[in-house]
């Protein structure tokens, strides 16, 4: 599959996703939405409150009319009365929950009560004043009304309990279709998240790549660089000492012969060292050096590689502290590593300037340091340990660029660290190694 129709298919996938996240989400409020609307109660829906209403204001107004001929009551409870139940009739009769009634089959009965409201009122009037006729003819009007009243109650009551329940279902099918769509989105969000997390992965699977890609083609530059002048060169020694041997033969002086003979020699000692920098950089990365850790005596150990290596004992400053405890560490490689830093700090020294060796021991670790006057750019320091990086101090000497790498990756292998610090005048690698246990020392 070619690069454009992966990148579509990577940007079509959560563009969906959010596509669908969104519709489903919306439509999720719309029906939530409306199962608001339909369980909202509406004035026609009220029925049963008004007809109700209407219903308690007739038998009140009919006990008042009963009371005031019994003289058990007062005009003006009458005429309170009176207000109340005309209030009452005026909105069962008229507007939405007359229409309501007429639905209800009350059509003709709606009819009759608001033709004889007006004769009821009349007659109440006349009660008051005090005509006893007209109150038995109001309470014989109002009872005709009572049927009416009571069948509308029950018929409002049991309509209103089945379009509730109508409503009640038809909130809850609109709820699980809510739902339904709700886990829908929930699920349209789970494949954003994926496709989130995989696009993420893949760019940082790239970007490592990426960094990789970079780092490799550095190292290989600068490879090329090393090949370029540090192989060649001792090349180019030994067969030029090769050339002026065959050419004399034998008929030149011992001293002559002897030198050109060392030379050639130290040229092919030098390249060997280099190939075997490079093989010691490939098993590192290939894990087949391993730590093999054993309790030490680092401070024999860096006079043992001092003399080894021939170091001056007059540039030598030795600061070991008589007591300094053992090391747990591989002592062949803490070999190399001191064997670095000492031809490290002899190449690079001021002219004149001695090397100061140093040791203290910390509750869980011990720290080597070698320090010598030098310097070391604020441009070259943060990368003196990468591989093949040769400072501006540097370029001008034999080497590869390979020696304090090793000798970093060789103390990290076995649980320590090599750090660079600088004071004024002064360059030092500090090494620290882990401290061997207690028991270890009583052994």
């Known amino acids: 599959m070619s690069t454009i129709p992966k990148l579509t298919l990577a940007l079509l996938l959560p563009a969906a996703a959010v596509f669908g996240f969104a519709v489903l989400t919306g439509v999720s409020m719309i029906r939530l939405n409306q199962v608001?609307?339909?369980?909202?109660?509406?004035?026609?829906?009220?029925?049963?409150?008004?007809?109700?209403?209407?219903?308690?204001?007739?038998?009140r107004l009919s006990e008042t009319l009963l009371a005031l001929?019994?003289?058990?009551?007062?005009?003006e409870v009458l005429e309170q009365r009176l207000q109340t139940y005309l209030a009452a009739m005026h909105l069962?009769?008229?507007?939405?929950?007359?229409?309501?009634?007429?639905?209800?089959?009350?059509?003709?009965?709606?009819?009759?009560?608001?033709?004889?409201?007006?004769?009821?009122?009349?007659?109440?009037?006349?009660?008051?004043?005090?005509?006893?006729?007209?109150?038995?003819?109001?309470?014989?009007?109002?009872?005709?009304?009572?049927?009416?009243?009571?069948?509308?109650?029950?018929?409002?009551?049991?309509?209103?309990?089945?379009?509730?329940?109508?409503?009640?279902?038809?909130?809850?099918?609109?709820?699980?279709?809510v739902w339904m769509l709700m886990?829908?989105?929930?699920?349209?969000?789970?494949?954003?998240?994926?496709?989130?997390?995989?696009?993420?992965?893949?760019?940082?699977?790239?970007?490592?790549?990426?960094?990789?890609?970079?780092?490799?083609?550095?190292?290989?530059?600068?490879?090329?660089?090393?090949?370029?002048?540090?192989?060649?060169?001792p090349l180019s020694i030994t067969d030029s000492t090769l050339q002026r041997l065959a050419r004399q033969g034998l008929t030149q002086e011992e001293g002559?012969?002897?030198?050109?003979?060392?030379?050639?020699?130290?040229?092919?000692?030098?390249?060997?060292?280099?190939?075997?920098?490079?093989?010691?950089?490939?098993?590192?990365?290939?894990?087949?050096?391993?730590?093999?850790?054993?309790?030490?005596?680092?401070?024999?150990?860096?006079?043992?590689?001092a003399q080894r290596e021939?170091?001056?004992?007059?540039?030598?400053?030795?600061?070991?502290?008589?007591?300094?405890p053992p090391a747990y560490c591989d002592a062949g490689l803490t070999d190399i590593?001191?064997?670095?830093?000492?031809?490290?700090?002899?190449?690079?020294?001021?002219?004149?300037g001695r090397i100061t060796i140093s040791a203290a021991a910390e509750p869980r670790q011990l720290r080597l340091s070698l320090s010598n006057p030098g310097a070391i750019s604020a441009t070259d320091a943060p990368r003196i340990f990468e591989r093949y990086y040769r400072a501006e101090t540097a370029k001008h000497s034999n080497g590869t660029g390979l020696g304090l790498f090793i000798a970093r990756r060789l103390a990290e292998l076995q649980g320590g660290t090599l750090r660079l610090s600088q004071t004024e005048g002064r360059v030092t690698f500090t090494l620290s190694l882990p401290r061997a246990a207690p028991e270890m020392q009583d052994d």
Not at 36 to 59: D, K
Not at 95 to 117: H, K
Not at 310 to 324: E, G, R, V, Y
């Open 92 to 177: 069962l009769t008229d507007g939405p929950q007359a229409r309501r009634m007429q639905e209800l089959g009350f059509g003709a009965e709606l009819v009759a009560i608001q033709a004889g409201v007006a004769q009821l009122e009349a007659m109440v009037r006349r009660a008051l004043l005090g005509d006893d006729a007209a109150i038995a003819q109001a309470r014989a009007l109002l009872t005709q009304y009572e049927t009416f009243l009571r069948s509308s109650d029950n018929r409002a009551m049991t309509a209103a309990w089945d379009e509730m329940g109508g409503k009640l279902d038809l909130a809850r099918d609109q709820l699980q279709r």
């Open 310 to 324: 021939a170091m001056p004992d007059d540039i030598l400053d030795w600061q070991l502290p008589k007591d300094l």
């Open 69 to 75: 001929a019994m003289q058990q009551s007062s005009p």
């Open 256 to 305: 002559a012969f002897q030198a050109r003979i060392r030379t050639a020699r130290d040229a092919v000692a030098r390249l060997v060292r280099l190939v075997e920098r490079s093989l010691d950089v490939a098993r590192l990365d290939a894990g087949q050096i391993k730590a093999r850790g054993i309790q030490t005596d680092l401070a024999q150990l860096a006079r043992d590689v």
């Open 337 to 352: 590593i001191l064997s670095n830093l000492y031809a490290n700090a002899l190449r690079y020294r001021f002219e004149g």
């Open 183 to 233: 886990l829908g989105a929930l699920l349209a969000g789970l494949v954003l998240i994926a496709a989130l997390v995989l696009t993420s992965r893949k760019a940082r699977t790239q970007a490592d790549a990426l960094e990789r890609e970079r780092q490799a083609t550095e190292i290989y530059r600068n490879f090329a660089g090393i090949i370029s002048h540090q192989f060649l060169t």
């Open 36 to 59: 608001q609307s339909e369980m909202r109660i509406s004035s026609t829906q009220n029925m049963l409150w008004v007809s109700s209403r209407a219903h308690v204001a007739h038998l």
